[in-house]
């Protein structure tokens, strides 16, 4: 740093002290004018209802001077700038003087007196917002994400996200903001369980970082979509534009962050974005196998045997549609189709190297084979 700069920072920090300073005195000097002018109300408001109990004639005397004393204060509210600005002590006074009477006044200068014992020890709002989502990921933190990325696969599955779901369970408050404020930052649908987890902490602290997450969460989701449908809308004759709208749209509808009626508008724009996919490339098996999902999470589990059964007949046939088709089947009691689908691609379910485990012994109970031995005790112990 040059010796200009360095004079720079010096003549900028001055200028902060000096700022610093007159607003200190200017605060002091706001206090006492609010301060005079609740006591002038408040003394007014005693003599108002000194004048009602000894019922003094005439009796509109009374009421018009409580009226002249509101107008009077609420023009100070309005008018009087001790500070730069308003203040809004003045403009608390002026509301429950008009109301309270007397207790207005009283009130008033009861919560100037607990604003200036709770202001010493306050922090300020830029700091306590920094405080939760700082710039900068400090290395305890980032090595704690690290530990918990580790070894997660690309699917959704529930099993991605218990690391997460542990530390905001069984962690300390830092662990749990530290994680919260990772998950904000590299959030992905998957981790939408561990941050629901997080909304029902029994720390207050906690539950406040994760709702301020989930709101940035969804207006990073907004932002996003905008942009895509605006791309989408741009290039309505391009099937991969209209397929990543219809993914965006799908990554949320069923997270649980948003709420309600927007995950019910992002399943239609997803299953809509999805349909106009499949017009454009019939050959798109990713888009056919996602609308057949979205109608059986929906509900919708004749529409969506009816969807899987037309893919089968265009050569869709693969681990994950047969899984899908397979639970709109069973959960129909449909189990001749049930059964026929297994025989006619179960084999070849069997050999693809993308089966999971678990649906390989659907296929192979359903086939008629023999399940794999569970381990012995023994076995487990040893290894």
């Known amino acids: 740093m040059s010796i200009q700069e360095v004079e720079e920072e010096l003549a900028r920090i001055e200028t902060e002290r ?12 706001s206090t006492l004018a609010v301060l005079a002018v609740a006591i002038g109300a408040t003394l007014v408001e005693c003599l108002i209802c000194w ?5 003094y004639r005439p009796l509109w005397i009374a009421p018009a001077l409580h009226v002249a004393v509101c107008s009077a ?15 809004r002590f003045l403009a608390l006074l002026a509301l429950t003087l008009v109301f309270l009477g007397p207790f207005g006044p009283l009130g008033t200068m009861l919560a100037m007196l607990l604003h200036m014992f709770f202001r010493r020890r306050a922090t ?8 939760l989502f700082p710039e900068e990921i ?3 933190s980032r090595r704690l994400y690290e530990m918990l990325m580790r070894g997660l696969a690309d699917s959704a599955s529930q099993e991605n996200v218990t690391s997460f779901t542990d530390v905001l369970q069984y962690g300390s408050i830092e662990q749990k903001r530290a994680v919260i404020s990772l998950l904000s930052r590299d959030f992905r649908p998957e981790f939408a369980p561990a941050l629901q987890s997080a909304l029902s902490d029994a720390n207050p602290a906690v539950r406040v970082q994760a709702a301020t997450a989930a709101a940035n969460i969804e207006g990073d989701f907004l932002e996003r979509a905008i942009d895509l449908e605006t791309a989408a809308r741009k290039a309505p004759s391009s099937a991969e534009t209209q397929f990543l709208v219809a993914r965006h749209f799908d990554d949320y509808a069923f997270s649980g962050i948003l709420d309600g009626d927007r995950q019910a508008e992002n399943r239609r724009k997803a299953e809509t974005f999805y349909r106009k996919t499949v017009e454009l490339d019939p050959e798109h098996e990713d888009a056919a196998l996602r609308v057949g999902r979205l109608l059986v999470r929906q509900g919708r589990l004749e529409e ?4 899987f059964e037309a893919g089968f007949t265009n050569g869709f046939v693969g681990p994950a549609q047969l899984s899908w088709y397979l639970e709109a089947a069973y959960r129909l009691g449909n189990y001749d189709k049930l059964r026929y689908a ?6 070849e379910i069997l050999e693809h190297p993308s089966t999971s485990e ?12 023999d399940l794999p031995p569970a381990p012995r005790a023994e076995d487990l112990k040893l290894a």
């Open 18 to 29: 000096r700022r610093v300073k007159a607003l200190a005195g200017g605060g002091r000097r």
């Open 51 to 55: 004048l009602l109990w000894i019922e």
């Open 342 to 347: 297994v025989a006619g691609f179960g084999e």
């Open 73 to 87: 204060v609420a023009l100070a509210a309005w008018h009087l700038k001790p500070n730069g600005g308003r203040s």
């Open 358 to 369: 678990r649906l390989r012994d659907v296929v192979r109970l359903w086939l008629g084979h």
């Open 124 to 131: 300020p709002f830029d700091e306590w917002y920094q405080s």
């Open 304 to 307: 969506a045997e009816k969807w």
């Open 138 to 140: 400090d290395e305890p």
